[in-house]
């Protein structure tokens, strides 16, 4: 057995046998799988109500209602005037965006969390954007998929602090790819335990694909389209000021990369799509990212 | 931010876009209403609105446009101005055109600062070109051409003193190593001074642009705003011929070719963004 494969085999034991492991949030678990029915049988109130059970969740949930970055800015009070003026489709992105904070551990000695939070939910905007502007199915789902494409960085943290805390050096150090400096040093990447963990949840299939290829968009079968937009939205964050705490040293030509053939397939609107205007775009979510997470890390 | 951006500031920020190729991204639509205020006093116009209608439907428009886009540019400048570019420039633009021209004969490296204002631009260029003496450029020579419309600028540009406003973004190292106080103002020192050529060149004007052959690098930044599309176009059209395969154009933050041309192809780079030349597939379109 090499290295390589020896700490993979690790990691899958420690992640079976773990009980602190990351579980998903309890009041997430049954908005997720509710959310799952087709949009014309959801009801906002039962929305409400489930957000509701939770105390902390419910008030991170209202900052972020309150924030430009959703939209409508008018000083939501109530997690129900929430949902009214901001469709209930927001209340749950915001929900899920929370969830996930809320899942990174609070341990902050090995690598800040933050960072990486901060890097989902610029994703997760960045995707939803970029599904807008080319007519790609449901924003919601763009969103939902970039917030979580990087489950896997949840995992390791939790599970293989200083194996990861080393990998996460050395890609800093080198000025490389997160995912490659992973590859190197642990012999597996963030998608592999995001894979596992997905799995173990039971997200829906297209969330798993985004998960496990969305550096790699040519391996999925399925859900193409969507594992190809999270790359191109994942790169542009990684080259801005929403990366992984620390430059990745080269050159990104996105019309290179395979995610933007693929994407090219589903989406016709992809070839006139304004690239440097998002980029622009991205200076602007980064400052509200930025205090909206120092906000609800208050809370 | 406090809540949402108004509608029609919005609607201005799109009108510059497209006329201009600036944008204005959220954070910074503060500053376009600034600009815009500045505008309505002087129109003694009252609301947003009733501006917005001024750059769009009166008979005026074009000449209200231009006035807006002097509030917006006033030819501003200074040393170090936009640090993520320069840093790509060095560590990764740099490495890449040498590589490119590993195999050539000559070792020289030339640089286009294309509206260089009174300086700040160039010489901020130069001095990093020295820092990379020997290191990266060892064995190298570098040219950095700066070429300007304004003479006022270009005269400023060779007498080489700046005062605190632009020169508020240098390092102590920079300010000890490449200036000479004179006063409460600052000079560019003989070292930094060297190996670049200011001359007057106006952008539009065709036959002479054909003549600056062979740039690795051309730095264009916050120049093309007073260009029309058709005039942009041409710049842009230049610029791609004059610049070697490997070549970079680089734009001022926030600026664009979209719409503009289809030969550049947008790079991104850590916290910046460039143009390169693409390759075009045997069959004409373009590979991807
Ligand atoms: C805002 S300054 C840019 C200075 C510098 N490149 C920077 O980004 O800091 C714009 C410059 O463009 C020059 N300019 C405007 N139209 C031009 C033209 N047609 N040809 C050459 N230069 C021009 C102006 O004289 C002015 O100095
Ligand atoms: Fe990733
Ligand atoms: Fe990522």
Redesign the pocket.
Known sequence: MTAATATKQALLQRLDGLHQIPTIPAVLAPLLRYLQQPVEQLDVQKVTDLLSQDKSLAAQCLQMANSPLFGRAQNVQSLRGAVVSLGFHHVSDIAMSCGVLNMLPSDKASLDPVVFWEHSLGCALVSRQIARKINFGDPGKAYLAGLLHDLGIIVNLWVLPKEFRAAWEMGKGEGIPLHEAEQKSMGFTHCDSGRLLGERWALAPELIEVISYHHAPEKSAEHTGLVALVQLADLLCRMSGLNYGYVEERQVNLAEESGFGLLAQHSTALKDFDWARLTFELDSYMDEVHSLVRAIYRT | MDGPPEPELVRIRDVIYQTAGIFHPDNKLRLLQDRCGRRMKELKVQTLREYSECLTIRPTRQAELIALLNEI?I????FF?NQPQLDALRRIVIPKILEAKSNLPLRRLRIW?????TG??PYTLRMLMLEELNVQLKDWSTEILA????ER?LAHAEEAVYGSYSTRNLTPSYRNKYFIPQGDKLQVNALARSNISFSR????DDSRMTFMKSMDAI?????LI??DLASKRRVIQHFFNNLLPHGYLFL?HSESLFGVNDDFRLVHLPGATAYVKGERTPAGGKSL
């Not at chain 2, 030819?75 to 200074?78: A, D, I, K, L, R």
């Not at chain 2, 060149?201 to 539009?204: E, F, M, P, Y």
């Not at chain 2, 730095?219 to 120049?223: A, E, K, M, R, Y």
Request: hydrophobic letters at 25%; charged letters at 15%; aromatic letters at 10%.
């Open positions: 540019t030819g501003e400048t200074s101005r600062s294309a509206g260089c204002s700040e631009e070429t300007d419309l304004n600028s060149l106006n952008l539009s730095f264009c930044c916050n120049v007073y260009f001022g």
